[in-house]
């Protein structure tokens, strides 16, 4: 069994590999060639925390495997991650494990990849304003690949700890976007596109 640590994996799967897979592995799905299976998701009760599996099969490129993690909102305390998972794939002739890898550094670049697919599917082509809904983790994976689907002009942001959107404002000073903090009613009526990237149950 091939054993990959979370610390290397940044070093070999970037955001464009990431989109590349998840664009065929969405047009397999399409065409009948993969599946997800029913997610697990439960509390635990214990430390605010969630935990599940998720699974699936990609036929056509033989990928046979599952996701088990979570999310526990005390971590970022910790210095840690909230959303710890590790991923496992097995050999579909066999059902033997081939491997176990780290899944945090995968999850964010993943469901970044899922988001700017439906953009480059799915927004308009003139769309100028995008609008991020949540300002954790993830949020910074989502907006850097948003941003290479389509030319926006200007980046809205509303997080529930509002001191939190310094993370995307540092990240559009760095591409050179403007940022600006705004309420969910004007991100709402401002955006082209809008990302909701939050843990939350309920909508404010």
Not at 66 to 76: A, D, R, V
Not at 132 to 139: E, F, K, L
Not at 156 to 182: K, Q, T
Not at 184 to 189: F, P, R, S, T, V
Request: with cysteine; glycine share 10%; charged share 20%.
């Amino acid at each position: 069994m091939i054993v990959v640590p979370e610390k290397v994996i940044p070093n070999l799967i970037d955001r464009h590999v990431a989109f590349n897979a998840v664009e065929k592995v969405f047009a397999a799905m399409s065409n009948g060639e993969a599946c997800n299976f029913p997610v697990i998701r439960e509390d635990i009760g214990y430390a605010d925390a969630l935990y599940g599996f998720k699974s699936g099969f990609d036929k056509a490129g033989m990928s046979l495997g599952l996701k088990s993690g979570g999310y526990w909102p005390g971590n970022e305390a910790r210095g840690l991650t909230n959303h710890q998972s590790t991923v496992f794939l097995f050999d579909a002739d066999t059902g033997q494990v081939k491997a176990m890898v780290g899944g945090n550094y995968l999850t964010a670049v993943r469901t970044a990849a899922a988001s700017s697919v439906s953009i480059k599917h799915l927004a308009r082509e003139n769309s100028k304003v995008l609008g991020m809904i949540g300002a954790g983790h993830q949020s910074v994976f989502q907006l850097r690949s948003a941003v290479e689907q389509r030319n926006f002009e200007r980046i809205i942001g509303w997080n529930y700890h509002p001191e939190m959107l310094s993370r995307l404002e540092d990240v559009c000073a760095e591409i050179g976007l403007a940022f600006e903090s705004v309420t969910l009613e004007e991100l709402g009526a401002q955006a082209d596109v809008i990302i909701s990237i939050t843990s939350s149950f309920a909508p404010s």
